[in-house]
């Protein structure tokens, strides 16, 4: 995974420091002594803390004693009911892999960590429903569909180490959505263990694709960022592998012309349709002085769209990106195109897309979003940051998954400016964000990073209900305390 | 829609009388004084009540006196707020198409129709999402999408008078989950009005298609039944309408290779497969006794699969399909098989799997399932079933969406035998199906048919769970009393 180096004083401004609550426990030799005594002494971590208590960027350092890594949903539950008798404060971890310190302790909260929750794994390949231990790698989980020729219906550029549970647990996104839909689309049935007084172990929902015999609770799980329950075990629908993949850009002069070629896309490539990435000069521009890489369309268009589709069969497919690859041209909306005729031209344009990231950190100061946007607003927003940040900042920069309105505008700076670009862009950016139907957190979640924006926009009785829901299932309000419910 | 003449002795057994609890105050002169001021005379029906009290199959009779119908959000709450103040029970009602009488009242509670709403509609064609009031007609609105070739995401036998509200609230099936997924893959935002002290409007959600801001609670709505709130509006997500729509009919042998031509349909058709539905040779049998329709199969083969494709390219789906029936055929799988050629030729293959049901009350008293299934267990609860009824069945005849793992199981029996018949079935067939890791409702819901069923296979913990949610929307319990929750 690319380390971005980021900007200390964006998390800074966003993170607002929380006081310890008084109200948790503090650990003692008894608690040890009893988890112990449930995992085995192997699996209570007391020293060497550092990987469980901060995130792959550093922006989070927690200050957790104590890390649990049980096995089973029997060992979760024995560890809550006593975490809730205690009244002792928990953080659910899965791989760390996020990018908001969603599963970072704030203080001295334990670490439950079902790392080593990776056991059962089993697969039908006729009805493609995978049920899984919520320790499962993605990676591993896709290796291991590859025999039966199905595979995860998403996709994270953190496959390597990012867990199944953590995805569930913060509805991941990801460059299949726009194909498969979100996980809502694909999760079947849960396992989820409460930290309440008898650390019930729930079975909800079921294996099957259709099941309208309760409340489809489980699905309140997806997103919540572990602050619920904790999840232990997973029941989904994969789907097949696709046999043929193609990809191509296209140049555009404006956004407008973007958004008629997603119209276009949708209807001529319709079902084969996987991936409509945007991304604008200065991305092209970003990677150029930074990586040295060029932009594989000559024209250095105002607007480059990379599109991707996967489908059955490799002579239809191409046939049909053609076609909708004429079809642009001869309506002069797009002023360039290019059908990559290989594996390695498909990497070339990919390339591009994949190490914006790392180009930016080279660039300077990285101040990073992940919003949401009607597609009216969608470059907009750039466009009103361009204007108002002037020259203070180095780069306006903005790339993203348009065909799911999910824009990443970043903006670069040198040091000495950065201050004064933070104080220039916040809070206006999610101000601007929710004034016009947008959403401050498409696909990283709330966590620590955008705790201080969460209520944005949000009336205070939805805020009443988050909070009942979650004693629903916490009573004693213990896990992942100091985030966003 | 076709009406079943469904057999009272099934409904006698399964839904047992519940006594009117005595909590709920008893409508007076004053409350309807109050409906008035808020919706308008003309909007609180007291005469000619039967068609908001019993269902369209004459199954169900509640005795509800005063049916409201609020044309905004503000009039449901308000309406809400007085009922939580005086505790007086309501029963949301959509379309009323139901078959389980979730809709119905059960006593004398107030009737709360969202038909009048109808008025906002909105639809962006280029992200595809629709933001529109419950009380739209499913078919109204996939007519209105088709000017910009979109349609719903889910279609339904009853789509000429079910509303939208009721879809969601019921999390509707059809014949189209196979390909676009259920609602939860589709369901962006909710706007539900909640039976507590304020009548509270929540919007839940969104208009985006990502947003990782909160608890994603709208999804509870999906499959609560109007238990919980009432829902006002919804934002989802529709789908291109395809250009090129096939149908094929093959025949097996063995249900077991029916299994093998469904995963081969799945890699074949892949992205293009969007109905893979079966009917065994009873169910031509009863199409052919009562109404004289042939099987367009020749070999009147044991098993009959009809295969629909969606596509965006005619030339392209047709070469698929063939592709397909010549790799079932010469692997041996299929023994017969036909692509239909014309749309003539695709009507003669799906009437004879929509007329199922009406050939079916034409054939004897009838009792009726809608079980989801794993699929190794799919067809074998037909043949325990044959087995135990033995000949006090008229008939055992089973059909489906296979690709979803639903199994419509009917059997037929005389009028003289239908007691004795009854007492063979239940519970036997829902114990069976739970044992079996299967859902006693797969998409026709709970509601009063199944209500006494509604726990098999839950535990304890799962029910108060489901009660202490609906606490959290319902506080005194008045929405849709005597029914799952």
Redesign the interface.
Known sequence: MLKACRSGIQRRGAAKIIARDPDYARLNGQDLQFFEGIVGKDRVLTENLETYNSDWSKWYTGASQCVLQPSTSEEVSAILRHCHDRRIAVVPQAGNTGLVGASIPVHDEVVLSVRKMDKHFEF?????VLSCDAGHILEELENKLAKW?YMMPFDLGAKGSCLIGGNLA??A?GIR?LRY??L???VLGLTVVCPDS?G?I???G????????????H??F???EGQ?GVITGVKMTCV?R??SVQSAMIGANTFDDC?KI??IA???????LSSFEMMDRETMGVLKDNLEFENVLRSDPPFNLLIET????EA?DR??VDSFLEHCLSQGLAMDGVQAQSHEEARLMWRLRESATIALTMDGQVFKHDV????DHFYRLTEEVQKRVGNVAKRVVTYG?MG???SHLNLTSTKEKAEELYQVLYPFVYEWVVKH??????????GQL?RPY?NFG??P??RE??K??KA??DPRSILNPYK??
Chains 1, 2 share one sequence.
């Not at 949708?266 to 084969?272: M, P, T, V």
């Not at 996967?310 to 069969?313: E, K, T």
């Open positions: 039908d390949d006729h009805t493609g020729n913060t509805c996104g959505l839909g979100s809502h689309a694909h008898k019930s729930l079975e909800l079921s294996g099957l694709r259709k099941d309208n015999t309760s409340l489809h609770s699905h309140l997806l997103g919540s619920l097949t696709p046999l958004r997603l119209r949708k209807q001529k490539l319709g079902e084969i996967s489908g059955s069969n239809h046939e049909k949401s946007l009607p597609l998954h799911d309105g999910n139907g947008g959403s401050i957190s498409a696909e990283h979640g709330i955008k969460a949000k009336p009785r939805e209900l988050v009942a829901l629903v299932f966003f419910i």
